[in-house]
């Protein structure tokens, strides 16, 4: 698809109600497959210069798709095809739930942004697993596929180590990485999951899970991630990434929406006051700061994924010189279009040769140290 065309479809996406604009990208990255896999070439710029093995895994471009927009696990194999070097399936919860009521997504295309209130609608474990194999199967994706899991509405928090490991045990022949998001604004209570004691209970769960499985197979230990909020205070995202080294974790996500509207160019859009998660340029800066938190303190031994307000190449430059290894985009999918991957990784190449930046792992957390 060339520019134009591409331009002309998302004005006409823009008349659509927003989550119906999304069933039918989502509709058309699924039966477009065959054609993106002619145009593969084009889309995906795989160079040695911008690929990374982090957990074990080859990641042939550090930008990925966030989690959330393909939660059905409907077009796992498009995601390679359209440049992107790696996916976030989910959220996923152990039970099929529908969400919140709609409306429940809104633009705000004066800041490029949106606020969402889904609810982790899904489709549950079992059948996003089924999903997630058939797809995996023969020519596969041919990234790494992570899937992302929370808590279902209905259990209650002191049963939340029960309810992920019922998902991990469906999903963790389908996964290559699981991230355990604790940091949703939208299933009530959820993020209070972001505390020492219950992430130890369900990230020490998943882990002891994952070893005893592994006694009966010849699987790698899984990597496994914990998603964290923008609204969590610089102390706790740094009890957050000490916890995740006592308990062996691969890494950590920063960021969630969030449910601040500081920083919005039009606060007065209607969808700014509706209840639910901002994302986009508006949570940048926070995501960004968040980023640079963890990283001075994980000191390299955690793999730190940056999403948030990531739209262009200068922003993930940004994010991985304050030590972001991977990063992800969502909402600018939505507003620079589905050759944002491709986009974003040439600009990182060009960058880096502008710069004289040999390999992407240089960058990484170049500008912490100064
Ligand atoms: C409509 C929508 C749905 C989302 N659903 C999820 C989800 O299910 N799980 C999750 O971990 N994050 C979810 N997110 C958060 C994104 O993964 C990402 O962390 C956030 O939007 C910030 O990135 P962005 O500014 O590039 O959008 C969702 C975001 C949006 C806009």
Do not use: C
């Amino acid at each position: 698809m060339n520019r134009n065309a591409a331009a002309i479809l998302r004005r006409a996406a823009f008349r659509m109600d927003p989550e119906r604009a999304h069933e039918a990208a989502l509709r058309a990255l699924k039966a477009g497959g065959p054609m993106l896999a002619a145009g593969a070439g084009w889309m995906t710029r795989r160079d040695a210069t911008v690929g990374q093995r982090l957990m074990g895994l080859e990641f042939p471009s550090p930008v990925g798709l966030a989690a959330g927009y393909d939660k059905y696990g409907r077009a796992v194999r498009a995601w390679g095809r359209l440049g992107f070097g790696f996916a976030e399936i989910g959220t996923v919860t152990a039970r099929p739930q529908p969400g919140n009521p709609k409306p429940r997504l809104f633009r705000l295309p004066d800041d490029e942004a949106i606020v969402n209130r889904m609810g982790f609608n899904n489709d549950g474990a079992a059948v996003t697993a089924r999903r997630i194999a058939d797809a995996r199967h023969g020519a596969g994706a041919g990234i790494p596929i992570a899937v992302n899991i929370g808590k279902s509405k209905v259990t209650p928090l002191e049963r939340a180590a029960d309810d992920h490991l019922a998902s991990f045990r469906l999903l963790r022949g389908v996964a290559d990485m699981v991230v355990v998001n604790v940091s949703s604004p939208n299933t009530p209570g959820l993020r209070e999951l972001q505390d020492r004691d219950h992430l130890t209970a369900i990230l020490g769960a998943l882990r002891d899970e994952d070893a005893s499985m592994r006694r009966y197979d010849d699987r790698v230990p899984m990597p496994f991630l914990v998603k964290l909020a923008p609204d969590l205070p610089d102390a706790q995202i740094e009890d957050a990434v000490d916890l995740a080294g006592e308990l062996g974790l691969a890494g950590v996500v920063l960021t969630n929406t969030t449910i601040s509207r500081e920083g919005l160019r039009n606060p007065d859009a209607p969808g700014a006051s509706e209840q639910g998660g901002l994302s986009g340029p508006p949570v940048r800066q926070r995501a960004a700061a968040a980023v640079r938190v963890a990283a001075r303190r994980a000191a390299g031994q955690l793999v730190i994924v940056g999403v948030g307000g990531i739209m262009d190449a200068d922003d993930a430059w940004d994010r991985m010189a304050g030590g972001a290894s991977l990063v992800e985009v969502w909402t600018g999918l939505v507003y620079r279009g589905p050759s944002i991957a491709r986009d974003i990784t040439v600009g990182l190449m060009q960058r880096m040769q502008d710069e004289g930046v040999s390999h992407i792992s240089e960058l990484i957390g170049s500008a912490l140290e100064a």
